[in-house]
């Protein structure tokens, strides 16, 4: 068993993973963005209390 | 200064956009520098070889599944007990990043498993228990996802979040209280029993793991109060702003 081939295993898969998160994340910001821009109905009981945490 | 100010979707939206930049630049800085340590500085272990140099993001996404579990279970609770929006909006960006960060701990420990111990996997405790973990995240995402009322999503996942706790103490000291496959701690209150540069780099990964949750939680919470906040009218000027940004 060639130790390198587990160890390029781990750091590829957990550079992929690291990668695919960013990417999703960038998507659901331009998706909310997209959303935002084009006035769609509000989130349910969203925004009830403005400026309130 | 009043931190209070910043327990508002409106204020706390611009912060995270400073912020994201800050953490993710350090994390790329110390993913470099934990990388050339791990694989440069470090020596090969007596007894597991070049193998062993899985650790150095084995250890981190191991701890840094646990932390923000607990971290999302406190989130989840403060919107549970106030009623904070923010906080559960941060309770739920963080429960990805979560599970992707338990995914890389089992995937990276079975890599490991393998050459050292022979199987890819063995239900021992440890082992076990963090797979418990990863469902534990999954159930909470599945759960929001299963409730259109926002609100309602958020207290039934901080119940489910809070409930969760409890494994995680039993994925921490599983190794002292049963006998596992999996080795014991090898950081304690005592001192390491590792060469110092390995601890380097493994704790230097680990600030690195921190950074890059703390970056891409920001980022996807940000998201998530462009979702919820939609309608509000501290978001009309950046409405506006995004719309002349597409028009030029």
Known sequence: MNPWNFILGAYAVTLLVVVVEIVAVQLRRRAAESMLDAGDEPYPHSADSPGSP | MNW???????????????????????AALLAAIGAWLAFAVAPV?????????????????????????????????????????LSAMLAQAIAPTGALMTVIALWTGALWGRPTWGTYWAWDARMTSELVLLFLYLGVIALRQAIDDPRRADRACAVLA?????????????VRWWNTLHQGASIRASGASMDPTMLAGMLVMTFAFWSYAIAIVLARLRAIVLERERGAAWLAPQV?????????
């Open chain 2, 240 to 248: 506006s702003r995004t719309v002349a940004e597409a028009a030029r």
């Open chain 2, 45 to 85: 272990d007596a007894q597991q070889g070049e193998v062993y140099r899985i650790i150095y993001i084995h250890v981190p996404s191991a701890w840094m599944s646990m932390f923000l579990y607990v971290v999302m279970a406190f989130w989840g609770a403060l919107a549970l007990g106030f009623g904070t929006r």
């Open chain 2, 4 to 26: 209070f100010r910043y327990a508002s979707p409106a204020t706390f939206h611009p912060l995270a956009g400073r912020l994201i930049p800050w953490f993710g630049i350090a």
């Open chain 2, 162 to 174: 809070l409930v969760g706790v409890v494994n995680v103490p039993i994925i921490y000291f599983s």
